[in-house]
Every structure is written in C-alpha cells, then in structure tokens.
C-alpha cells in the first residue's frame, strides 16, 4: 500500500509550548488528509478533515486555535498544537487519501505534555 | 458519530476463519465500506474496501449483503499476528470517522 509518513513518532514538551507535527504522503498525492486523536483504549477520534489549500474543517468541541491544520501541499499536512497542556497528551494520528481513494495512515505520535 | 455497529470482541482458534461482522443499515448510495485494523500503538493499517460487490485480495475478503446494510471481514486463516482491533467505517469522501471496532483476539 501507498506510503504515509508522520514525524515525530514521540516528543515530550513542556507545558506551555508548542508541538508540531508532520504527516508526509510519500508515493502519492493526497487531496484529503484526517487527523485523529486516540487516548489508552479508545477508539479514534476524528479532529480535523483538511483538504489541499483549503482551511481544515474541524469536528465539534475542537479548538481550532489550539489545534492549528496546515494542508499547503498535496503530501505534506501538520498539526501544531499549541500551549499545549498534560491533557493534550495522547497519541495523534494522521491519514491521507487521494481523491476517492482508500486512506493510509501515519504511524502516529506519541505526544507527552510534563 | 459512527455508522456502523461492531461486536466488542471475538476469539479465533489460530489457522482457523476469522468472520467478522458489521452492521451498517444506514448507508447511503454513494458510502464505501472499509475496514482497517490497529496493532498496538500503531497507525491503521488498510485491510479492504467496497462498495456493493464482494471484494478479495491478498489480506482478507469482504462479503456485503446485497441490500448492503452489513458486511463480514473474513481473515482466511487466521495467524497470532492477526490479533488486533478491526474497524468498519462506511464513508464517503471527506468523512472518515471510526466506531469501537472489535478486539479480536487470536488464540493458539
């Protein structure tokens, strides 16, 4: 299968700062790119739908200023997250999909806020 | 929310079929139905995917019923390595969301 690239795989950060994530499409051009949060034995929750230059579409109870979506190419997507806080600590994923197609996902980021 | 309905877990004997159902009587026209699991801390991984007729590749088969309102995932012969969490999502285009899934479990 097509190949999704998310960096970093872990990151610790201080509370207060800032955390970038990427999620790179490597053998495909993604039109749509998913981002998803998951805590310890839950399923995946939707965050944010982006498409290619057009500003992400949030799910309900989402901050957008906090969860920041970049989608400025077709195979590079990042979410910052921002100020983040120990409750933002949890394991976000990324997926792509071409137009129509299946999607595939990152390997995802383990996220710890001390 | 979710479109589809998943038992919350299953066992299979090792090298046996593992038949794993979902519901989803509420699909519309335009709405594929994909499966993916997840191994432990890892990303999904794509299984199969399908809009009415039965599909087959190297991984698994998919049967939908022909009013398309569930669907069966079915592992040939299933390894230890297949244990995982299974997800159905019906989507269309920009909507991909995820339900509980079914833990399942394969025992030796």
């Known amino acids: 299968g097509a190949v999704v690239s998310q960096h970093p795989s872990r990151v610790i950060c201080k509370s207060g700062t800032s955390v970038k994530i990427e999620c790179r499409s490597l053998?495909?051009?993604?039109?749509?790119m998913f981002w998803y949060r998951q805590f310890p034995k839950q399923s995946l929750m939707l965050m944010a739908t982006?498409?290619?230059?057009?500003?992400?579409?949030?799910e309900q109870g989402v901050e957008k200023d906090k969860f920041l979506i970049n989608h400025a190419s077709l195979t590079l997507s990042t979410l910052t997250v921002t100020s983040a806080h120990p409750e933002d600590s949890s394991f976000y994923i990324c997926?792509?999909?071409?137009?129509?197609?299946?999607?595939?996902f990152g390997q995802g980021t383990r996220l710890t806020v001390v | 929310d979710a479109k589809t309905t998943q038992p919350t877990s299953m066992d299979c004997a090792e090298g046996r079929a593992a038949n794993l159902p979902c519901n989803h009587s509420?699909?519309?026209?335009?709405?594929?139905v994909y499966w993916y699991r997840q191994i432990h801390s890892q990303g999904p991984q794509y299984i199969i995917h399908?809009?009415?007729n039965n599909e087959t590749n190297e991984m698994a088969s998919l049967i939908i019923t022909e009013d398309r309102k569930s669907s069966t995932l079915i592992l040939p012969h299933a390894t230890l390595r297949d244990t995982a969490v299974y997800y159905c999502?019906?989507?269309?285009?920009?909507?991909?969301?995820f339900g509980a899934g079914t833990r399942l479990t394969v025992k030796p």
């Open positions: 997926s792509a999909s071409a137009a129509n197609t299946e999607a595939f």
């Open positions: 509420t699909i519309s026209g335009n709405e594929y």
């Open positions: 053998d495909f051009q993604a039109t749509t």
């Open positions: 982006s498409n290619e230059g057009s500003k992400a579409t949030y």
């Open positions: 999502i019906v989507r269309e285009s920009n909507d991909m969301r």
């Open positions: 399908g809009l009415k």
